[in-house]
């Protein structure tokens, strides 16, 4: 076992005690994939829910599941792990899993992190999801170089993609210009985004279309590997880039460069949303704010949680972050991690055009708008 394994399951443990419980039931993708150093439950691509529960008690560790789960979780997922399988036939369905669930829980009180058919026999199953999932936050050093590996081949393939973009292809062909790539690496496409000229003016969260490109194109990703969504946005324009197009990106990376440079540990998100406030409004776009979120805590999911008024959360060290300001018709993205000596950006990649900018003293490189 990893020394990050056995750290995940003392904190896990320690949970336990702290929150008497006799048990921690995990059964989202995230959690799964977080307490085994990155393994997977998970057979939809879009499911937030896993197709097994491991269950973590004070002295032993099990995998609750079917027949049909089992047979490749076991080998495939777990082994070398430690975990104990307790195996229900397929067509017994909830009733096979409550079952088991109720024999590890032995009578007590026992956490879940989503619904599950758990209570009775003097189990009383107990919504603990929010205060598990704050043990993702703050990375561990073998969690960071799995995140940068994942980051650097993801950038590399956006490289890619957007450099084969070319005017008269569809909005689904450019996602498949990354998607393509992506699976050769072992890279999930959580979700990709594609917007073409028009479209990139009026829509914060355009899925792609059978629209064909013209001048500007911009492509999002949330990509999956090893437990970790990685996020990135990149636009290429055909042509000399407007003027206007020009002033409007190097805003959101004034913005943007505003934003990492303030997310360091300790800093609440009142602070954040204060210095991202009033950064649009410095930039000459103070009304843009309101178009569009503008991201918050990545790492085992898309966001943990967004920026915004009324959300009560302080920067953790060596926590991730994905924020995305945007200003119509253009957009930034950059996944990194809130380090003790600064942010350590994940998604640069070699080649690419940057811009500039500085923000709290310091020089930050973010990307520019491709000329195609």
């Not at 990893?2 to 005690?17: H, M, P, W, Y």
């Amino acid at each position: 076992m990893t020394n990050e394994i056995s750290t995940k399951e003392k904190q896990v443990r320690d949970f336990l005690a702290l929150h008497g419980l006799n048990a921690m039931f995990l059964t989202l993708r995230s959690n799964f994939s977080w307490i085994t150093g990155g393994r997977t439950n998970h057979i939809e691509i879009g499911a937030r829910e896993g197709n097994g529960t491991l269950a973590i008690t004070r002295n032993g560790k099990y995998l609750v599941t079917n027949n049909i789960e089992a047979a490749r979780l076991m080998p495939e997922e777990l082994a070398g792990l430690g975990y104990e399988p307790m195996i229900t036939p397929w067509h017994e369905g909830a009733d096979g899993i409550a079952r088991s669930l109720r024999k590890i829980a032995k009578g007590g009180k026992c956490g879940t992190d989503s619904p599950l058919p758990c209570d009775g026999d003097g189990c009383v199953c107990v919504p603990m999801g929010a205060e598990f999932a704050r043990m993702h936050f703050s990375l561990l050093p073998e969690e960071i170089a799995r995140f940068q590996a994942a980051a650097r081949d993801t950038a590399a393939c956006m490289d890619q993609a957007m450099r084969a973009i070319r005017p008269g292809m569809t909005e689904w062909e450019v996602a498949g210009l990354l998607s393509a790539p992506q699976l050769d690496l072992g890279i999930m496409p959580n979700l990709i985004l594609v917007a073409s000229d028009e479209r990139l003016q009026n829509f914060r969260h355009p899925v792609p279309t059978s629209k064909k490109v013209e001048k500007t194109c911009m492509l999002v990703t949330c990509a999956l590997r090893n437990g970790f969504v990685v996020n990135s946005t990149r636009i290429v324009h055909f042509g000399p880039i407007p003027a206007d197009l020009k002033r409007k990106h190097r805003a959101v990376c004034q913005i943007h460069a505003e934003l990492i440079d303030a997310t360091r540990p300790g800093v609440t998100t009142a602070e954040l949303w204060k210095v991202v406030s009033g950064a649009y409004a410095a930039a000459g776009f103070p009304d843009e704010i309101g178009l569009h979120h503008q991201g918050g805590a990545a790492g085992y999911q898309g966001r943990d949680w967004f920026l915004m008024p009324g959300v009560d959360e302080v920067v953790q060290l060596n926590q991730a972050f994905a924020w995305n300001p945007s200003i119509t018709g253009t957009k930034g993205e950059e996944t990194f991690v809130a380090t003790e000596s600064g942010p350590l950006i994940l998604t640069e990649q070699a080649g690419w055009p940057m811009v500039e900018v500085t923000a709290g003293g310091r020089a930050y490189k973010l990307a520019d708008i491709l000329e195609g």
